[in-house]
Structure formats: structure tokens, C-alpha cells
């Protein structure tokens, strides 16, 4: 596109100013305002006129001849970008700096061009708007930088300021990548062109499909001084105060001073909603593998990507956006601290105790709004009035939060402390003095600054009420001279005030009356002196209009003090709201509050899977779980498919997230010991798309994890080896399950669901290992799942009867029999003394 | 010779029984949850779907069954609950006939899943009209699922007289609200159609189960407790104020167990007697204890009665102990709202003088007797803005008094605004020819209806739009208020709701007749609704008026003229008390 912008030239002074405004944002779709329009030019009318799916038209521009353009109405600016923005574009508005009057004035010869210049970018990740967000999601923008071996990252929400850096010491650089990415899910990413030439990069920027990648041209320059750059910002004069130490962290903050230029310089101002830089502490976090979100289907299903079906789905009762946020940060980062974890059961066991008052407090909060996106609109100077008054009704009702608080959860009140609420109460007192309380949305239609506030526009709005008033008494006045007693004075948009009689009294007409409109059955006339007051009426309008304007931007700059407050207070209204909500469903659901210790034993009883009892179709049935380092460090389940293998798996790693959440849990009591990290390794959907097989997948994923537990993990496995043949696969299976029970620093806490039952033999050699099977039930023909798990192995897979379970047809499944038995009969023969010479008890067939 | 006589066969004779006890959907969740409590469940579940035709499913936590117990439960007359006829006098347990589950059999598809605690497998029956398919195992916790469908498949004529799925599951809503309240330890969900009719939790005091489960607030209550040498009694009564014009929320129950007794109604009327208007009634919920041997079980095949062996007991104990609470003073402390307000402290034996804020009258001691005395003047409401008037005040918290030069000009203060509303409204019903113009709600006002309740609000939805309301139904019986009209905005939205279904449903015709009156243009079904509308949303007797409202209400009626003299029931909004009749009075002239 700029090779071609350089080789155009315009005659006509505005479109000359519009390829000068144009050539600086060659990558951005312009909607340059005209009047009551923002239109697109040339290529971008193409565009956008695809996009948004308006009429491509052709304007004649004078000598510059037809140019193409179509355009869109100012009011209705933000479904536009929204639409704009999915679609992966980024957009510069252009605005009309002056008044069109005042323009003229200036230039000589009445020919000038009102001044425009851009005053936002808005990219997919910094979109503003309460229609263009989702609710309760974050919105991110994603800065990387790459270099030897360390990837830096550093992800910003321009709509709720927050600003997040991680380091990460990378051996894949890909995997390491995509892992972040997966985890963060941003809708935009930017970087220099020298990381986006490097193929992994490119390759981990897959795994999100959907997500817009930007080359940010000014990386370089940006990067050069980061550290100057983000302390200015900061206003500090080191990084300690975040938790933050420089020489840890050089990428991540590269990529942060380059993302927090780019914001300012789309977003044209200070950003002084972005208060804090917030790292990400690996070692007081539960580390979930990019697979374990996806497996353990925290957010989206493995199948069809919904929400039905999910933890969160269960676990989301959040009555505000912010809350809906948090508890999502909560589940993706679960705690290692024994207080924090406390601290937050004990806040959740206060709620669930007492309904009512619980749900009282619940829908208080469903009256507060979004604070923190509204202070962001505020910070960038987008908000309108109504947003103001949404502001002041949400800090008045987290005042009276407050109150109830002291009354009926007294021991919650370190929450939101009186103290916080009093910092802000300038803030509400300023906007209940200043923004009158039911404001039209737009700037432009005035009538939201509250009286009292200026002289000047009280002044104005006098001379407008009395200007009302005056022509009242002119009809009146009129009437009586005239003696028209049905004299009307009334107004048009296109005449404006006129004087209306009635074709019947057309005789009584004065002379000095000057018709102006002639109806069926009336004339409408006008004379000086109401067209005087007419002009005493609309100037005084647009002078007040103009003077709330400028007030309004003031009272915006006056809010800005306050955000740090603001920012907070919203924070602890959502973490009530995230305690609330997870007592509701603790409540609803009869969770009970876990236990947790630095290390030991793990104990479930009557455990439930989250999710599924809540699908109720089945009645769900309940297991223990018991883990110990000494003889029940690696548990191996065995049993047919359909069992309920995986859901006890899923289960067991689901209630110890959930209890290093803080929240309570399904099952009758659980003691849990805390986990540095969580592993899953289950063989459903893998990324074929992506040209890996599944077994190479499987085999990789498995890699990670005996590479990167430890003995305080959790590792979940479900059917490992299944991708290859039999032989390979159990064999492969087998040295696995050695593996975690040989190694001292890697025994972490191991669930095992196979269905090569010749692995259960290894509890002969290793007393860590214990053998659990699905209890199944053959009664005559059919077989019973009876969902229960209890001790020993199963040494019956029951797939053919599976098979009929699942409708194959019946001449298949004889079939299948036939030749069971028949293999059967050629039987292979092995032991563990086979394999390694150890003392092995029983001698077991491989396909029994 | 032929015998016309015959003896009826085993089945039938089933069925017959079937027949008393399982009389509708109701009666099964009735039969299947008292077990479940008697086998000690902390949490049941219940699932119905198109009002209990199509299924039923209670599901409970409780001991569960064992594979020959289970056999055995479904057979008539086997019961683990009784042995001799000793234990029929003193029966603890909720069922006890031996016929529930038999019963229940005799006339559906019934399918039970038990297991018992420690088991790995549970049982599972399947019964057809009382014969058993197939008794198998199956998988199951510890508790017990029994899923009834199709009922009264082999007796059409019992199932065409069915009422519709609404209606057979207002009931069965009905008997689970009442029996949580006998049992707050133990948790109720109830699910009609896949949607959640409500989820009390387990665990709760009795205060708490009230509250939730009637989804009132204890302000409007007082508490009731009395006990003497044979019984006990506690509960809450209500007060004046949200009595209602239906029989709402009225709940006995004698030792635990839900019940209906004539002598206890009685006892309340006469407990209310002078104290109630006519043609409403108040909200109770009693619990009795009582020695068993002062009760009669075995009245009723659906044990839905009793019969108490000295009635005047029971009569004199319910009269007392809802007379002493209504005027004995509550602790006002932190109550958003209070209710009844301590006016002077009791002396040891004589008056206890009460005043309720919100009833105009108030309850005096006199010896043993209770008796209500009328304060004449009362604080006027207070108001920041007001400037101490002293021609103009409120007495009886009902009526505003302006005094002028010839006299005094007293107004019923609702008759007055129930007018004014009701003019307003009319002109913008005419006004709006669809939808009408209101004021959105910042957040939007959630009300919990029910059925019957949400069905009216349906059928009046374009009417209520005509005038400004915007309302959205949500999955889960919530339905929220999103606009109201705007002469209305600053008021109870939902006690006005609430209000104007109620009347849409008891189809009150107290505006009847001739002062319904007649505007043109408008039908008189609308009218009516109209005037519904406007008693709802006017003021209350029993609130206080600033002056400054005081003023503008009667200017406002003063404007209407002739239109304002009268309310829409036909009483008049204002009298004239002037000088002349004054000296008439007192026989001067």
C-alpha cells in the first residue's frame, strides 16, 4: 500500500490532507471524519466496505476525479470497529480537531481544510467498548522477545489495565511458546520482525487459531532503553517494589517497554490506568501444563470447544464481570501457600454458612459494573456520561456492601475496608456534584453537567429556560395584539421558530408578518424579533453545549487521581465475588472444606467428578483415593473402557486443583497434600492438524513430564502407549511405570489407567505401586458397570462385550469371539522373571 | 347356582388400595420422600416432568436397601417400620401402612436402585403394575433412586382426570416446601421440566429454612412460642401488613409431621378475630409437639389429617400464644426495616403498649384480654427538604388533615393517590397504542415466581408493556422487571407486582359493578387491571407522608375536581369537616 500512496498525488487540499494523514498509518484501515461521518478512502473503502458489509460509493472529488469511499455514522462508530477488529484489522480515527465555522474564519479564502489528525488506534487488543468485549474475559495483547535461550513475555488488557511479564527459560522454543500462548490466549500479538523470522515462533503462533499477529515497526527503538522506559512510566526508580529483579526478567521487560509503547502510541496519551507491573511467580503458583487445561477441560471441552460441560461452567456464579475474570485467574493459577489457601477456604466456609445473607450480598454485587473498564475508558478519555454515572451508583453500592459486610460477615470486612471506601468517597461526592443523574449517552446532545457546577453554563441555561419562557410570552403577547386567540408559535428544524395562524384568521394578519410555509390550513409566518430570540435560543445551546464539552474533559482528568483507589476497590469486589460464588456452588453442589498439609497423604473419600455429577442423567457414584509415598505412590488402574477410568482420573486431579484454589470440593472429606504441578497425559484429540501423529504426540507430551516432575507433582496418565503396536506400546508403558516408582526425584503422586493388565505384575516388584480396578458386574450376557473402585487388577478387558454394548453388529462380535478363542489358544507366555530376573510369583498370559 | 358375588382378585384389590393412597403425582412424591427421611437422608432429590405424569424421580442419600429388603418393600403391607399394634399408637416415623411403595407399583412403571453403605454394588427393581421384571445390580452410591413413570398407565380414567402438568406441580411444590420446613436438617431440590423450582440447602436452623423456603422476610413475623404441660408450640405469625388475599403460606405441623387440622384453623381465626380485615389471611407457620397419645394417626389413607383426643388443648394453646406475640415488643436492633417498635417499656404486670410502625393501632393489655386501641396522631414522615408545616398533618397514618379557614379538608391518603394513578395511567394506556414509554431500570429487578404466578404475568405481559414495563423471563421461574412506568419508578416494584397478580388471580371484583365506572375507549378488562394496578402502586395505610408529599397529593387531587372526589371503589378521597358542621355537632345550632 505505500508504494502506491507515494505515487498519488491530489489536487484538492482535503485529500491531499487525508494521503498525508494516510502515509503514517499505511497499516491501518483511516476512518477520516467528515461531518457527521467517518469514511474510508480508496483501499480501505474496499475493505471496509466488504468488512461491514456498507455500500461502496464513489465520491467526486474536483480534479482528483472519482474516488472510491464509503462511510459510516459517527454515533454508531463502535459496532463498527467491533466488526472491523474481529476481522483482524487495525483502525486509525481520524477526527475533525475544530469547528467547521471556526476553520473558515482562520484560512483566508474560505478555502481551507477544518484540521484532522488521528487521535486512536484501536487494534483487536486494545478495544475499549463494552460490546466489543466479553464480558467476563480478559482482552490481551502480547508482546514477545527472543533471544538465545530465554523467551520473554509480557501480555496487557488495555480495558482493565493490568500488565503481566513472564520469563521463560525455553528448550523447545516452540513448545515453550505455544504453552504461554495456549495459557494467555491473546487476541493480538506484536513483535519485531527479526522474532517473527524465526520459524518456531511462527509455527507456536499457530496453536490459537484466530489470533492477529502485528510486526510492531518502532520495536528497536522502543526495546533500546526498556528500562528508562517502563520506570517513567511507573514513576519508581527500581523493579524490586513489583517483585520483579531486572536481571531475571531482560526479555520480559524488552517486551514489556515495547508493549506499553505501542499501547501509547495507538492509544495517544499516558495510560495512566496501567498502575502495576505484575510478574508471574512460578513457585507460588500450581503449574498446569498447556495439556492439562485443555485435558482436564477447565474451559473448553476436548470436544466441541464449548463452556457446557466445563469446571468453570460449574464453578461461575460470579454476579460481576470482574469477578468472572478473577475466578478464571484463580483456576488458572492455583496456590502453593498453606495460609493463602487457608485464607481463602475460611472466607468461603464464612459465606456458605449463612444463604440468605449470602444471597443478599450477592445481589449487591449484581449492582455494581464494571469499575475497572470504566475507569480504563475514563483513562483514555473515550467515556462518556452515562459511564460516569454507571461509576458513581457502582461505588455507592460498594458502600453499602460495606455496611452489610459489618453486620453480617464482620470477619470479611479486611475485604473491603471502611478505610479504602473512605479514600474514595471524593471521588463518588465528585460525580454525584458534578454529572447529573440520568445524562443523555452522547457528548454532543449536552444536559449532563450537573447545575451549580459552572457559572457560565448555569448563565446559558438560564438565558435557554428563559428564552422558552420568552416566547411563550410572545405567543401570548401576539395573541393579544393580533387578537388571534389561536395564535401558535411553534418550531421546525427547517424554519425554525415561526408563527402559525390559522387559514380562518388570515384577515387579522399584520403586515410586518413575513410568510414563510404555507399549509392546508394555516400560513406560518416569521418576524425579527422572534428570530432574534430564536438566535438568543440556539447560541445560547451551542455555547452551553460546547462549555459541557469542556467540562466534562475536566471532570475526566479530575477522575484520574482516583484510579489507583478505584482500581483497588474493584479488585476486592471481585474477589468477594469470587468467594461468594464459590460458596454458592460449595453449598449447592455439598462441597466439603479440604484439608491441606505441606506434603504427605493424599485421602479422598467419596470423591466426585465435579462436572460430570452434575450432568445428572446417571446417578454419579463415588470413590476413595489414597496416596501414599510408601505404598501408594503410583496407583495403576485397570478394567475395561467405559468403566469410568478416566472420569476417576480426571477426578482425583480436578479436587486437588480446586483445593489449591481455595475452594471447597466434592467429597465427603479430602486431605490433600500440596502439588508443585499438575501433569495429564491423556490420548484423545491430538494435533494431527498439525502434522504430528498421535503416538509421536503421546510421546513427546510424555517427555515433558518425566523430564519436569517432582516428587511433590501430580501426574495423571491415561492409557499411555496406545498409538503403536501392542508389544511396543505395553513395553513402553512398562518402563514408564518403573520409572516413577525407581526415581527418587521424580515420584510424584502417579494415577495409571491402562489396559495392559501384564503391567499390574510390577506391584510384585515395587511396594509403591498398588493395583486398583473398575468393578464390573457379568450377569449372564450382560455386563454391569458398577463404576466402583476397588483393589486388585482386572484381568478381564471385556472389549468385545463393550463392543456389543455399543451396537457393532452382532455377526461382528461372534465373529470376534471365534477368533479370541482362537488366539487364545496360541497363547505367549510372560513374567517378570522373564524381563529382568527379579523374583516374580506369577506367571501371566499377555492375552488372557 | 351362580354367584353374582364375587371375590375380587388380588390385583384388584391392590389397585383399589393403590387408589387411596396414591390419589395424584402428589400423593407418590409424598410417599417416596417420607421414606426417604425415614431412612435418614441428609439431601433428596426430586425430579418431576410434566407435572408427575410422565415421571417422578426422588433420589435420597439415605440407608439404602438391600437385595431381599428391596424384594420385600414393594410387597403390600411389609414395612420396616412397625411390628406390633403398640408401635401403630406411637408411630415416629412417617410412613408406616406398608403400602407406599406396593401401592405406588400397583398403578406405574416403577424402577428402584439401592445400595446400602460399604456396598460395591447396588440393586436394581423394575416393576410393572405390581410384577416384577428383573432385579439385577447395578451401580449406585449409598441411598436410594426410585424413578416412577407413567402413572396411572392402566387406569385411564384416574389419569384423564388429571389436572394439567401446571397445576399437578403447584402441589407436589406445595406438600416439598411444607415438609422442608418440618425438616430444615435435611436438604430439598426440586426440578419440574429440567428447570430448577428450588435447592434448600442442608444443615439449616428452622428461622433459615423459613425464610428461604417461603422467601419471606422474618420482619413482617413475629415469632410464636408457648408451652404448657401437654404440648409445645413455636413458629412465626404474621402481621397485619402482608396478609394476604389468597390463603398463602398457612403451615401446621404436628410433630414434625405436615398436616391439616380443623381446630387449629379455627384457633387462628379466632387468634386474628378483630385484627384482620375481612376476606384476608395471615401467614403462619405453627409447629406443635404433642404427646402421641393425645393424636389420632390413622384418620386418613394419605395421613394428610389427625385428630387431637381433647381439642381444647390444642385451641386455647394456638389462641394464646398468637395473641401474647402480636403484641408482645420485638428488639428493634439492626433491622433495615423495623417492624414493631418498643413504645414503652412493659411494666412487670399490666401494659404493654406496642405500636406498629406500619399497622395504625396498637395492642393493650387489660387483665388477661388483649385489646386493640387506635393512636390518633402520629409523627408526620420526615423529610430533609421540609419546612415544619402547621396547617397541614397526617393522623392514623392514613389520613391527611389541612386545615383551613372554614374548617378541616380530610383525605384518605391512598383513596387520593390510587386516583391520581389510576387518571395517569389511563391516559397512557390510551396514549400507547403498543409499548409504552418507561424508565430502564440501572439494574434490573429480580422477582421469584411462581408458576401460576409467572403464567399471569404472561398473559398480562402486553398490557403491563402498554404502560412502560418491560419485563425478561429467564430459565429458572426468575423473571426481572427491566422498565417500569415512570410514575412509578421510585417505588416497591416488586411488592406492586406481587400485588397485581394477586389480584389478577383471586379475580377480586371488589371494584364491581357500577363504580368500575366507564371510559371510553377502553375495555373493561383492561379497566379493571387499570385500577388493580393503581391500588397497588399508591400509598399504603400505615406510611408516613413528608409534607412536602402530603402537598402535592392534594394538590394533585385538588386539579382532577369532580374526576377526584371519589376512589375507584366507590369511597370517597375527602370529607369536609367545616365550622358549621362543627356547631351542628355539638348542638349548637
Redesign the interface.
Known amino acids: 500500500m505505500a508504494k502506491v500512496l507515494d505515487d498519488l498525488n491530489f489536487k484538492t487540499p482535503m485529500m491531499q490532507q487525508y494521503l498525508d494523514i494516510k502515509k503514517q498509518y499505511p497499516d491501518c484501515i483511516l476512518l477520516f471524519r467528515l461531518g457527521d461521518f467517518y469514511e474510508m478512502f480508496l483501499g480501505d473503502a474496499k475493505i471496509g466496505s466488504e468488512v461491514l458489509g456498507i455500500t461502496l460509493t464513489s465520491r467526486s472529488r474536483g480534479q482528483d476525479g472519482r474516488i472510491p469511499m464509503c462511510g459510516v455514522p459517527y454515533h454508531a462508530i463502535d459496532a463498527y470497529l467491533g466488526k472491523l477488529t474481529k476481522a483482524g484489522h487495525k483502525v486509525a480515527i481520524c477526527e475533525q480537531m475544530e469547528d467547521a465555522c471556526e476553520a473558515k474564519a482562520h484560512r483566508s479564502g474560505g478555502q481551507g481544510v477544518v484540521e484532522r489528525d488521528v487521535v486512536r488506534v484501536v487494534t483487536p487488543g486494545t478495544v475499549l467498548d463494552d460490546r466489543n468485549l466479553v464480558q467476563k474475559e480478559n482482552n490481551y495483547l502480547l508482546a514477545i522477545e527472543v533471544d538465545k535461550k530465554y523467551l520473554g513475555l509480557a501480555y496487557a488488557d488495555l480495558s482493565t489495565g493490568e500488565l503481566s511479564i513472564r520469563q521463560v527459560e525455553f528448550r523447545n522454543l516452540e513448545k515453550g511458546l505455544a504453552a504461554e500462548i495456549l495459557r494467555i490466549k491473546p487476541v493480538e500479538v506484536i513483535s519485531s520482525h527479526g522474532n517473527y523470522n524465526k520459524a518456531d515462533v511462527l509455527r507456536a503462533l499457530r496453536v490459537v487459531p484466530g489470533v492477529n499477529i502485528f510486526p510492531y515497526d518502532n520495536w528497536e527503538s522502543a526495546v533500546r532503553d526498556a528500562h528508562k522506559v517502563l520506570r517513567e512510566h511507573f514513576q519508581v526508580k527500581a523493579f524490586g517494589g513489583f517483585g520483579i529483579d531486572p536481571r531475571q526478567n531482560q526479555q520480559a521487560l524488552r517486551a514489556a517497554a515495547a508493549l506499553l509503547t505501542y499501547l501509547k502510541e495507538t492509544q495517544k496519551g499516558p495510560l495512566k490506568h496501567i498502575q502495576k507491573l505484575t510478574p508471574y511467580q512460578s513457585d507460588r503458583v500450581l503449574r498446569l501444563g498447556a495439556a492439562t487445561i485443555a485435558n482436564l477441560e477447565l474451559f473448553s471441552t476436548l470436544r466441541g470447544q464449548q463452556r457446557q460441560g466445563t469446571l468453570i461452567e460449574v464453578l461461575d456464579r460470579t454476579r460481576t464481570a470482574a469477578g468472572g475474570r478473577k475466578i478464571r485467574h484463580w483456576l488458572l493459577q492455583p496456590l502453593r501457600e498453606l495460609e493463602d489457601i487457608n485464607q481463602r477456604l475460611d472466607a468461603i466456609q464464612v459465606l456458605k454458612g ?3 445473607e449470602r444471597e443478599s450480598v450477592q ?1 449487591m454485587l ?2 455494581v459494573l464494571d469499575i475497572e473498564r470504566l475507569i480504563s475508558r475514563i483513562s483514555v478519555g473515550i467515556a462518556n456520561p452515562r459511564d460516569l454515572v ?1 461509576l458513581r ?1 457502582s461505588l455507592e453500592n460498594v458502600g453499602k456492601i460495606v455496611l452489610f459486610l459489618e ?1 453480617s460477615f464482620p470477619s470479611l470486612i479486611y475485604l473491603l475496608p471502611s478505610g479504602l471506601i473512605e479514600q474514595v468517597e471524593p471521588l463518588r461526592e465528585l460525580l454525584v456534584r458534578k454529572i447529573k443523574p440520568e445524562p443523555p449517552v452522547l457528548l454532543t446532545e449536552g444536559g449532563y453537567i450537573a447545575d451549580g457546577v459552572s457559572a457560565e453554563l448555569d448563565e446559558y441555561r438560564g438565558v435557554l429556560s428563559g428564552s422558552k419562557s420568552w416566547l411563550k410570552d410572545f405567543e401570548e403577547q401576539e395573541r393579544k395584539r393580533t387578537g388571534i386567540g389561536s395564535l401558535k408559535v411553534g418550531y421546525n428544524k427547517v424554519f425554525g421558530f415561526y408563527i402559525e395562524v390559522s387559514k380562518s384568521n388570515l384577515n387579522k394578519v399584520p403586515p410586518h408578518y413575513i410568510r414563510k410555509q404555507t399549509l392546508v390550513n394555516a400560513e406560518r409566518y416569521i418576524v425579527p424579533e422572534l428570530k432574534k430570540g430564536e438566535e438568543t435560543a440556539l447560541q445560547a445551546e451551542e455555547r452551553a453545549k460546547a462549555l459541557e464539552k469542556d467540562l466534562f474533559r475536566e471532570v475526566l482528568v479530575e477522575i484520574l487521581q482516583y484510579i489507583d483507589v478505584a482500581q483497588q476497590i474493584a479488585q476486592r469486589a471481585a474477589e468477594l465475588d469470587v468467594f461468594c460464588s464459590l460458596a454458592e456452588v460449595a ?2 453442589n ?1 462441597y466439603v472444606r479440604p484439608e491441606l498439609a505441606k506434603d504427605g497423604e493424599l485421602l479422598i473419600r ?1 470423591g466426585r467428578h465435579p462436572v460430570i455429577e452434575q450432568l445428572r442423567e ?5 470413590n476413595d483415593t489414597e496416596m501414599r509415598s510408601g505404598d501408594a505412590q503410583i496407583l495403576l488402574i485397570t478394567g475395561p473402557n467405559m468403566a469410568g477410568k478416566s472420569t476417576y482420573l480426571r477426578q482425583v486431579a480436578l479436587i486437588t486443583l480446586l483445593a489449591q484454589m481455595g475452594s471447597f470440593v466434592p467429597a465427603d472429606s479430602a486431605k490433600i497434600p500440596i502439588r508443585d504441578q499438575i501433569y495429564t497425559r491423556v490420548g484423545a484429540t491430538d494435533n494431527i492438524s498439525l502434522g504430528q501423529s498421535t503416538f509421536l504426540v503421546e510421546m513427546m507430551e510424555t517427555a515433558n513430564i518425566l523430564n519436569n516432575c517432582t516428587s511433590r507433582s501430580l501426574v495423571i496418565f491415561d492409557e499411555i502407549g496406545r498409538g503403536t503396536s501392542t508389544f511396543d506400546g505395553m513395553s513402553i508403558a512398562w518402563a514408564v511405570v518403573e520409572y516413577f516408582a525407581d526415581n527418587t526425584e521424580r515420584s510424584a503422586y502417579t494415577l495409571f489407567a491402562t489396559h495392559y493388565h501384564e503391567l499390574t505384575v510390577l506391584s510384585q516388584k515395587f511396594r509403591q505401586i498398588q493395583n486398583l480396578q473398575m ?1 464390573v ?1 457379568r ?1 449372564g450376557d450382560e455386563i ?5 473402585v ?1 483393589e486388585g487388577s482386572a484381568w478381564q478387558s471385556y472389549g468385545i462385550e463393550v463392543a456389543k454394548l455399543a451396537g457393532l453388529p452382532r455377526s461382528v462380535v461372534k465373529r470376534a469371539q471365534e477368533v479370541l478363542q482362537r488366539v487364545k489358544h496360541e497363547q505367549k507366555k510372560i513374567s517378570v522373571r522373564g524381563i529382568d530376573g527379579a523374583e516374580g510369583k506369577e506367571q501371566i498370559s499377555l492375552l488372557e | 347356582m351362580s354367584t353374582k358375588i364375587k371375590i375380587l382378585s388380588q390385583k384388584l384389590v391392590d389397585q383399589i388400595a393403590a387408589g387411596e393412597v396414591v390419589e395424584r403425582p402428589a400423593s407418590v412424591v409424598k410417599e417416596l420422600v417420607e421414606n426417604s427421611i425415614d431412612a435418614g437422608a441428609s ?1 433428596v432429590e426430586i425430579e418431576v416432568l410434566q407435572g408427575g405424569r410422565d415421571k417422578i424421580v426422588v ?1 435420597d442419600n439415605g440407608m439404602g436397601m438391600s437385595a431381599d429388603d428391596l424384594r420385600l418393600a414393594c410387597k403390600r403391607y411389609a414395612t420396616s417400620k412397625i411390628d406390633t399394634v403398640d408401635d401403630l399408637t406411637s408411630i415416629k416415623t412417617f410412613g408406616f401402612r406398608g403400602e407406599a411403595l406396593s401401592s405406588i407399583a400397583a398403578v406405574s412403571r416403577i424402577n428402584v ?1 439401592t445400595a446400602v453403605k460399604g456396598a ?3 440393586t436394581e427393581l423394575i416393576l410393572e403394575g405390581s410384577k416384577e421384571q428383573s432385579l ?6 449409598q441411598g436410594t ?1 426410585i424413578v416412577v413413570s407413567d402413572l396411572f398407565y392402566n387406569l385411564p380414567v384416574r389419569k384423564k382426570f388429571l389436572k394439567t402438568a401446571g397445576s399437578e406441580f403447584g402441589r407436589i411444590r406445595d406438600w416439598v416446601v411444607a415438609q422442608s420446613l418440618a425438616c430444615p436438617e435435611i ?1 430439598f431440590l426440586l426440578r419440574h421440566n429440567q428447570r430448577e423450582a428450588f ?1 434448600f ?2 444443615g ?1 436452623t428452622w428461622d ?1 429454612r423459613v ?2 423456603a417461603l422467601n419471606i422476610s422474618l420482619d413482617d413475623f413475629v415469632p410464636i412460642s408457648i408451652k404448657t404441660e401437654h404440648l409445645e408450640i413455636n413458629g412465626v405469625a404474621s402481621l397485619v401488613q402482608v396478609a394476604r388475599r389468597r390463603r398463602t403460606n398457612q403451615f401446621l405441623f404436628v410433630n414434625q409431621r405436615f398436616l391439616q387440622n380443623k381446630t387449629v384453623w379455627g384457633a387462628v381465626r379466632e387468634a386474628y378475630k378483630g385484627i384482620l380485615p375481612a376476606g384476608l389471611h395471615p401467614q403462619y407457620v405453627i409447629d406443635l409437639r404433642i404427646r402421641e397419645d393425645l393424636i389420632d394417626v390413622n384418620v386418613h389413607p394419605r395421613k394428610e389429617e389427625v385428630r387431637f383426643v381433647v381439642p381444647s388443648l390444642v385451641f386455647d394453646a394456638v389462641v394464646n400464644a398468637i395473641r401474647s406475640a402480636l403484641s408482645r415488643c420485638l428488639e428493634d436492633g ?1 433491622a433495615p426495616i423495623p417492624s414493631v417498635r418498643r413504645v414503652a417499656k412493659p411494666q412487670s404486670d399490666t401494659t404493654g403498649v406496642c405500636v406498629s410502625e406500619k399497622l395504625n393501632f396498637s395492642y393493650v393489655k387489660r387483665g388477661s384480654d388483649y385489646v386493640h386501641s387506635v393512636p390518633v396522631l402520629s409523627e408526620t414522615g420526615f423529610d430533609q427538604r421540609d419546612i415544619p408545616a402547621n396547617d397541614i398533618f397526617q393522623i392514623g397514618l392514613l389520613y391527611i388533615v389541612v386545615l383551613k379557614e372554614s374548617g378541616f379538608l380530610i383525605y384518605d391518603q391512598h383513596a387520593v393517590e390510587e386516583k391520581i394513578l389510576l387518571v395517569e395511567f389511563i391516559q397512557q394506556f390510551k396514549e400507547q397504542q403498543t409499548k409504552g414509554y418507561g424508565q430502564e431500570l ?2 434490573p429487578e ?1 422477582m421469584d415466581l411462581s408458576d401460576s404466578e409467572r403464567e399471569v404475568l404472561e398473559e398480562q405481559q402486553g398490557f403491563l408493556e402498554r404502560l412502560g414495563f418491560r419485563f425478561s423471563f429467564s430459565e429458572n421461574s426468575q423473571v426481572f422487571v427491566e422498565a417500569v412506568p415512570v410514575n412509578v419508578k421510585d417505588r416497591n416494584i416488586k411488592q406492586i407486582i406481587l400485588g397485581f397478580i394477586d389480584d389478577c388471580l383471586s379475580r377480586s371484583e371488589y371494584v364491581g359493578g357500577a363504580s368500575l365506572g366507564f371510559e371510553p375507549g377502553i375495555d373493561r378488562g383492561s379497566l379493571q387491571a387499570l385500577t388493580y394496578l393503581a391500588c397497588r402502586s399508591a400509598v399504603k395505610q400505615g406510611e408516613r407522608l413528608s409534607v412536602a408529599r402530603m402537598r402535592a397529593l392534594v394538590d394533585s387531587v385538588e386539579r382532577l375536581g369532580e374526576q377526584g372526589a371519589s376512589c375507584p371503589h366507590g369511597r370517597p378521597t375527602k370529607i369536609k369537616l367545616l365550622l358549621e358542621d362543627l356547631h351542628k355537632m355539638f348542638k349548637r345550632r
Open positions: 449463612d444463604l440468605t445481589e449484581a449492582r454507571g451508583v453486620s453449598q449447592r455439598c467419596n446417571e446417578v454419579f457414584v463415588p468393578a458386574n450377569e454391569v458397570f458398577l463404576h466402583k476397588v | 439431601f433420589r436402585k460395591v454394588q447396588g439385577r445390580s447395578c451401580a449406585h452410591p433412586t436438604g435447592n440447602p442442608p439449616q433459615k425464610q428461604t439492626t440501572l439494574f429480580k
